[in-house]
């Protein structure tokens, strides 16, 4: 199993070299568990199929559970094998439950739409989901985040998410790792 890091929020150091690089925040959905140790045991070799995908590598940085728990699970820094062409390129953030048949809980898109703020907003970083990434996936029929999971929805949530209004601090405070 890969160590999880030390959670802490991405400062204008850190946020430096990751601008030279990224631009993009992909929403998954994962289908894996109920909780983000669950999709890490899955991807580490706990589900042959899934970690033979993925080359035995965790493959988002953070997992959104349904109670709205963010853990992040890679350095900002790692390429995690999400997408395929945009790994180098893109942050991966899964939130656990399958949206082509379930809207998320509240609490969970609560939680996702903050994460992403924080992560993306100072950045003017995209966000889409993972059927939206040309060539992001093999299978044409995915359906990521899915249906449920309404991008354009999203996106709007994140835009109206104003710095000023979220307790930035209290926030990475309660991101689990």
């Given at each position: 199993m890969i160590p999880l890091i030390r959670c802490t929020p991405p400062n204008e150091r850190q946020h430096a070299p990751l601008r030279e690089h990224l631009d993009t925040i992909l929403i998954h959905r994962i289908g894996?568990?109920?909780r983000a140790a669950d999709v890490v045991h899955a991807f580490?070799?706990?589900?042959?199929?899934a970690a033979r995908v993925t080359g035995y590598k965790m493959p988002y940085h953070f997992v959104v559970e349904a109670d709205g728990t963010c853990v992040q699970c890679l350095s900002l820094a790692y390429q995690?094998?999400?997408a395929r062409k945009w790994n180098g390129r893109s942050i991966g953030i899964a939130a656990i439950g399958d949206?082509?048949?379930h809207a998320p809980p509240a609490v969970q898109w609560r939680s996702a739409v903050l994460l992403s703020a924080l992560l993306a907003y100072p950045q003017g970083w995209a966000i889409?989901?993972?059927d939206a990434a040309p060539e992001g996936s093999s299978d044409a029929a995915k359906k990521c985040p899915g249906d449920k999971w309404v991008m354009e929805d999203f996106r709007d949530a994140v835009a109206e998410a104003s710095l000023r209004t979220i307790d930035v601090d209290n926030f990475w405070a309660k991101v689990r790792c």
């Open positions: 894996i568990g109920t580490t070799g706990g589900v042959p199929d995690g094998p999400h949206f082509r048949i889409m989901g993972h």
